[in-house]
Structure formats: C-alpha cells, structure tokens
C-alpha cells in the first residue's frame, strides 16, 4: 500500500484506494483538531470544580484559540520549505505532548500552558491536512473528497459535546485529553507508514521577523474579539491599545514580507484575485458559521426548552444539509470541472438562512427552526470546501502550504469577529429588553442566574417569559447582523474568475515527481 502512494505521488497519479487510506489518517487528525474544543466545553464546569481557578476560565479556550491562530501559518511555510511529511507528523506529535499534559495539570495556570502547547500542534495538524490533500489530489478530482471532510466537521460539532458528557461523567474530565492519544498515535502510525512525499530543502531561512509580527497581529486580533464586550467595554484603555498594536504589527509585518527572502505569508499569492476573493468569502462564512453555532443551541435550549446535553443534535438539520450539499457540490465540480455558481448560489442561501433564523420568536417551532438550519446548511456546504479548493487553485504548487494557511487563519479570524460582533449585539439585545419588560434591577438579577431549561423553569412565569422574549430579541439582532455580513460574500462571489482546475499532470521521464500543471495568476490587472 505504502508503494501505491509513493508511486500516485510521484506519477501526479492518485489511486483511489491508495488515497482513501491517506485520507482516513488525515481525517483522524483533522477530527483531533475540531473534535477537541467541543469535548473540552463539556468538561470545563467539572475542571473548574476540581482546579479552582474561576476567574482565569476563559483563558483555559482563549489560550489554545491563540496559539493554533498564531501558529498556523507558520506551520504552513515550514511544510513549504522543508517538507509536508515532517512538519506534519511533528505537529502531531506537540498536539499529543500537549494533552498529555493537559490532562495531568494540577492547577489551572499549569492547564492554560498546557494547552498553548497543544494548540501549537493543532494549528499545524488543520494546515497540514488541507496542505497534503493540496498536494496528493489535483483539484479537479479533490471534489470528490469534499463530503469526507465535512463529515468529519458534522461529526465533531455534534459527537463533541456528547462524547465530552459521557466521558466527564464515567472516566473524569482528564480523559477529555487522554482521549486524544489513541487516535493521535492511529494516524501517527498511518502517516508515517503510508504518505510518501518528495522531500524538501530549502536553502532560505525561515522569516522570523516576518513570523513575529504576523504572530503579534493575530494576538492582539483574537484578544480584542475575545475580551471586547466582556473583560473590558469596547471603549476600554485596554481593547484600544490592543487594536492600536494590532494595526501597527499589521503595518510592519506587510512591510517585513517585501524585504524577506522566504516571507512566511508571501503577499504575492493575493495578487490572485481569486485567490484574495476566496480569502474574504472564507473570513466571512467563519463570521456566519460560528455564530450559527454558537447561538442556535442558546436559543433552542432557552427558548423552546432543549435540553443541554443533546446540544450537538440540535444542529443536526444544519450540519446533514451542510455534508451533503458539500458532497453534491464536490462530485459536480469533478465531473464538469465548473465551479463559480457554487460560490454564488452558496452566498445567497446563507444569507437566506440567516435572514429566516432572524426571523424566529418565542412561537418559532423547532421544526421551523431545523428548516431555517437547513437552507443556512446549505449555504455553507456550498462555501466551506469550494472556498479551499479555489484558494488552493489559484497559487504555485510551492505555496501550497501557505496558501492553505492563510485560508485556514482567515477562517478562523472570521469565527472570532462573528462570536465577538455577533455576541456584543446579542449581549446588548438581552439587557435593553430585559430592562424594557422588568426593570433594571429585576433584569440585573435574573441575568446572574444560569439560564439553561432547567434553571428556566424555576423562575417566575414572568421574569421567564421575559427572558425568554429577550433570548428571542437577542438571536434576532445577532443574525440579522449575521445576513447583513454575508450579503458582501454573496456580491463578491460574482467577481470570481472561472479558471479551469488543475488535473494530474503527466508523469515526468525520470520517474520523479510530476510538476503540476501552474496555476495561472488571474491578477486584478487582468
């Protein structure tokens, strides 16, 4: 099997068997990555009540948020430069350490560190999977494979918070972590014994500089999305100061990457505008599907009385419509090669579904509601891959990795603005209506209690019906905001350039390695 893969790399052939058993390792990890977080938020009351440590909770998320933001494009120019394999495997390997530790902190400060370790290695396993399927799969045929990975992604959000309950509850929280080393040492295994890529050495050396500033931008990105509205008011010393060393690390990194001589995000790759469209529209359905996420199980539990440990169920309408759109849309761009109307039929139906969920009140059934799900399901499984595999066409093989990186990192930038944005508004919402239907006391002290279905049905009919009014008046400004966002994808995607996909190019005389076909730069200039 290893020689089947060896000889699909080196011929810019993959067979399909051979690949299926790459692709079953990279899914693994790419379920690692995704899967760890949704376990984690289970287990967080349970963590708190055996560490203490309260006050530094959000940090035990935040930390790990930061460091696989940070990390990830410098994961992708390493695989660039020296090697997918290697880069890969090790970031395997940190994630691994990472939660072996985490599961054996003592305290919460030894948690938090622990867990910037494991993100480390999260940020390179997401990069890498994308990066390596990049590489083995030409773009034509990548469509095929789309429905695998956002299976993976329906299979994360939903066994998530499920798997962490039961584990919690009959092994402890410390297995929440531990529960990564089996499948971790699994694809470890698989992808040292059956991926054979070329190797790489680059004589350059690696942007430091250039990585530094790119880091500290991102910092100061995520803690202002993370802290803004909650830790500190908008207005606060602390969010302007953070925007301001933003802005400026921001300014010196672009000035850093025209002088490097390996820049670790090179900014030639945006001179594709493809490549800059797809960059956006992949920012902005972050914005739209975390926010979803986020938001669609505060509502059902709140409002129509779900219970919290099915959590992960309630998105089901939305995540089978999103898997399997993404299958239909992947197997069409395979078999015709065309792919702008996804982008643009994708762009439209989010902002339909956003709209509709704008639309729900307390009256709103959860049939009603799983159909709203659906149609914004279906937006995504139109954008989520189609948005990669246009990126991923619209570089040089050599920039593969960093061009999946920064796909990845612009994503993941557009979850953060839409939990921040999105939730400052839903916050605000909340408040004024509360106070509106109670009073300011009376919304003070109901807003302190833990508002789950359980917690609900303990109040008042009044103070219940009246946070249950303002839940509802919350989700509405939160999605409203949401559609208003994608209205922009849905316009952009009209610019995007048909530009045919590239298929596996013929194998070279020597029998090494085929050079694929070269993406052509669709430059704005054009």
Known sequence: MAENIKEAAGAGEVKPRSVRVVLMALMIAMLLAMLDNMIIGTAMPTIVGELGGLEHLSWVVTAYTLATAASTPIWGKIGDMYGRKGSFLTSIIIFLVGSALSGMAQDMGQLIGFRAVQGLGAGGLMVGVMAIIGDLIPPRERGKYQGMMAGVMALAMIGGPLVGGTITDHMGWRWSFYINLPLGAVALAMVSAVLHLPKKKSQGKI???????????????????????????????????????????????????????????????????????????????????????????????????????????????????????????????????????????????????????????????????????????????????????????????????????????????????????????????????????????????????QLDAASLAKLPEAVRDAYQHAVAAGTHSAFLLGAAVAVLGFVLAWFVKEVPLRGAGPAPADGGPAKAEQAPQDAFAH
Do not use: C
């Open 207 to 449: 942007d430091y500089i250039g990585a530094a500033l790119l880091t500290l931008a991102i910092t100061s990105t995520v803690l202002v999305t993370t802290w803004g509205g909650t830790e500190y008011a908008w207005g606060s010393a602390e969010i302007i100061g953070l925007i301001a060393v933003g802005a400026l690390s921001i300014a010196a990194f672009l000035y850093a990457e025209t002088k490097a001589a390996e820049p670790v995000m090179p900014l030639h790759i945006f001179r594709s505008r493809n490549f800059t469209l797809m960059s956006v529209i992949g920012f902005l359905v972050g914005f739209a599907m975390f926010g979803g996420v986020l938001y669609l199980p505060l509502f059902q539990q709140s409002v129509q009385g779900a219970s919290a440990t099915n959590s992960g169920l309630l998105l089901l309408p939305m995540l089978l419509s999103m898997m399997a759109v993404s299958l239909v849309a992947g197997r069409i761009t395979t078999s015709s090669g065309k792919y702008k109307v996804f982008p643009i039929v994708g762009g439209a139906l989010m902002v339909v579904g956003l709209f509709l969920l704008a639309t729900m009140d307390t009256g709103t059934t959860r049939l009603v509601s799983g159909l709203y799900m659906a149609v914004l399901g279906a937006g995504l499984g139109f954008l989520m891959q189609i948005t990669m595999l246009v990126a991923q066409n619209s570089v040089d093989m050599k920039d593969m990795g960093v061009a999946s990186s920064s796909a990845t990192l612009f994503r993941t930038l557009g979850g953060s603005f839409g939990v921040a944005l999105m939730g400052s508004l839903f916050t605000s919402r909340v408040t004024d209506t509360m106070s509106e239907r109670l009073g300011p006391q009376a919304a003070q002290a109901a807003g302190t209690a």
